[in-house]
């Protein structure tokens, strides 16, 4: 079995699907992207100290 022709761009017929996505995002007026909080703590930010009990009073 090739490895590589199972992740090729081209298999399952990807490479229609990202031209479609790019036609897509191309001709939007806004992108919405959302992240969930492993985003930020990958970015380091923290959810604790002084930052966190500066900004987030009442969760303290």
Known sequence: MDIAAHTSPDHDGQK???AAAREKL?????ILVGAGAGLSTAAG????GERFN?????LH
Do not use: D, E, P, Q
């Not at 500066?54 to 009442?58: E, G, I, L, S």
């Open 16 to 18: 229609a699907v990202s």
């Open 26 to 30: 191309a001709g939007a007026k806004h």
């Open 45 to 48: 930010l923290t959810y604790f």
């Open 54 to 58: 500066t900004h987030f009073k009442k």
